[in-house]
Each structure stands twice: as C-alpha cells, then as structure tokens.
C-alpha cells in the first residue's frame, strides 16, 4: 500500500482517502503489529487507530512438537538437543 508511511518515530499514517479504501486492511495491520496508525487530512494529523488489546504471539513448544513426531514415527532415534548448541561452538551454524 503505497500511500502509508512512517515517519521517525516509527508511527505510520494515512490519508483518510487511503483509510476509506482499504480501512479493514489497515485495522488488521494494527492488531497484528500493536503499532498505531495515524490517520491524515492533506498532511495534517486527524486523529489515531489504536488497538484495544496487544498482538497475540504464538509460541512454539518444538520439544513437544519433536515428541509427537517421535511417537508417530515410532523407531526413529530421539532428537539431540544439544547438536545446536554443539555446532554453534564448532562454527558450524
């Protein structure tokens, strides 16, 4: 969307045209980022979309992902954990 820009202080704006085109665009944009949006009126700020709740993060619990692999697939040999960890210190990864 090419008429949505941020300025210094990492606060995006619109002009109100652009917010009557594509308002549930940008409401989206502002739940999904928790960052405001400021609406405009031939340059000057008008007014601010605010989300009411912070964005929803998602965690992954990738040993209990690893586990359920490994009871799907039976005898496959158990993860090692501490291969990340391994090949960081050998410069591998």
């Not at 704006?13 to 928790?34: C, F, K, W």
């Not at 009126?41 to 998602?58: D, H, M, Q, S």
């Not at 039976?74 to 410069?91: A, L, N, S, T």
Request: proline share 3%; net charge positive.
């Amino acid at each position: 969307m090419s008429g949505v820009r941020q300025d210094c202080q990492q606060m995006k704006t619109a002009s109100i045209r652009e917010a009557q085109h594509h308002l549930p665009r940008l409401v989206n944009e502002v739940l999904e980022t928790g960052q405001d949006l400021v609406l405009t009126r031939r340059g000057k700020k008008v007014c601010k979309i605010t989300a009411l709740a912070a964005p929803e993060t998602r965690r992954v619990d990738w040993k209990k992902i690893v586990s359920e692999m490994e009871k799907r697939l039976g005898d496959v040999p158990k993860f090692d954990y501490g291969i990340v960890e391994r090949m960081r210190e050998d410069e591998r990864f």
